[in-house]
């Protein structure tokens, strides 16, 4: 037990003297958030421990250093004059802030019975300055991106979303805006749809087949309606045509499979010639396996149910008015069950049959479910024709 103690303060020890000599090293390279990190890290778990204070100098030498770097490009962008700095200006000063209130969360530190000192500093009027120039700038870009074409509204949507991260209280219209770059940025689609099918299909099945939106769809600017509304100058009409519906009869067929086998039943003696019981070198009458031949009758049956959709997809460019493309689309649905009976003697049936024979005759499932799922796969089959179409 004592030899377990001490090679668990022998690794407790090795652990605290790595994380020295990596934060140190960090250091020399000059990454210094690497440095501080790892010694917040540490004296976070345990600040008292010995090995662990001797983290603090580097402590204080990485917050020290790391400080005067960003402070210096600060300075750097602001005499740079360029707006398109704002962001970093502003990230570096919340940076500062927050590796100032790490240090203070575990103050007081003491070094050789002597307390460290951090030099701090109140940044809250900087970073509300810095987060209000970058707001600004990013307000004012949106705004003039927003003017533009489709491409520069795509940028504006971004841009506004990036403010609304920030500081989404920076203006009470910021939502509006966001949606306004969004549906200029996209090009509009109309959905329509044909159905010649109609004596088939309920409401419910065409809502699921007309459930297009961004979320299910690959490219974020492309904007699907099923309405048409007057006040929207739509980019492409796609038409979903649905042309005929077929579902076949309930079939039940069946095959009969004749099985025959060579099988064990029992033992029987062997005789010589004479009639007489054969012996073996010790005297033991000889025995064998009683071989017969068995026969039964497998009947298979398979329950089968089809139904199929047949339709198109058509694509027109409204602005250009000319017709992108014409598609033929199906969907298809089949219910399969397998079963299967016997007479006769189940030793002559083949191990493949056995699973079969579990099975059991089922309903057919109604027609309302075949529409359901064949419908389902065209959509399928349409939602990834719509997703590799140049909108």
Same mark, same amino acid.
């Given at each position: 037990m004592r030899n377990y103690i001490l090679a668990f303060g022998l690794l407790l020890f090795v652990g605290a003297c790595?994380?020295?000599?990596? =934060?140190?090293?960090?250091?020399?390279s000059g990454n210094y958030d690497k440095a501080f990190n790892i010694a917040v890290t540490e004296l976070s778990k345990d600040k008292h421990k010995k090995s662990n204070q001797k983290l603090i100098p580097t402590l204080k030498e990485a917050f020290d250093k790391a400080n005067e770097r960003d402070i210096l490009k600060i300075k750097t962008f602001k005499k740079l004059n360029d707006p398109t700095y704002l962001k970093q200006i502003y990230s570096l000063y919340v940076g500062i802030d927050v590796r100032q209130d790490e240090v203070l969360m575990l103050q007081p530190l003491y070094f050789d019975d002597k307390e460290v000192s951090f030099k701090t500093k109140n940044y809250t009027q900087n970073i509300n300055k810095s987060l209000k120039d970058y707001s600004k700038y990013l307000f004012d870009i949106g705004t003039q991106q927003l003017a533009g074409s489709k491409i520069? =509204? !795509?940028n504006a949507y971004k841009t506004f979303n990036e403010l609304e991260f920030v500081n989404p209280s920076y203006s009470?219209?910021?939502?509006?805006l966001i949606r306004q770059a969004k549906l200029k940025g996209s090009s509009q689609v109309l959905l329509q749809l044909h159905n010649s099918i109609q004596q088939f299909t309920t409401e419910e099945h065409i809502d699921e087949l007309m459930r297009i939106s961004e979320s299910n769809m690959n490219n974020q600017w492309v904007?699907?309606? $099923?309405? !048409? $509304?007057?006040?929207?100058?739509y980019d492409f009409d796609v038409t979903i045509i649905l042309d005929q519906m077929f579902i076949s009869p309930e079939q039940m067929n069946s095959e009969i499979i004749q099985q025959q086998a060579r099988v064990k039943d029992g033992w029987e003696y062997v005789y010589d010639g004479n009639g007489n019981v054969m012996k073996d070198s010790l005297g033991n009458d000889i025995k064998r396996d009683k071989i017969i031949n068995v026969q039964a009758e497998v009947r298979m049956y398979q329950q089968l149910k089809t139904s199929r959709i047949d339709g198109s997809?058509?694509?027109?460019?409204?602005?250009a008015n000319t017709l992108m493309s014409n598609t033929?689309?199906?969907g298809e649905a089949a219910f399969e069950n397998v079963f299967a009976e016997y007479r006769g003697d189940q030793h002559a049936i083949e191990e493949k049959y056995y699973d079969t024979l579990k099975n059991k005759n089922v309903p057919f499932p109604p027609d309302p479910e075949f529409v359901k799922y064949t419908i389902a796969e065209f959509r399928?089959?349409?939602i990834h024709l719509l997703n590799n179409q140049a909108f």
């Open positions: 790595s994380s020295i000599k990596k =934060a140190e090293k960090s250091i020399e520069d =509204a !795509r009470t219209n910021l939502g509006d904007m699907y309606h $099923k309405e !048409r $509304k007057n006040n929207m100058i997809i058509k694509i027109k460019d409204l602005k033929p689309l199906f399928i089959k349409m």
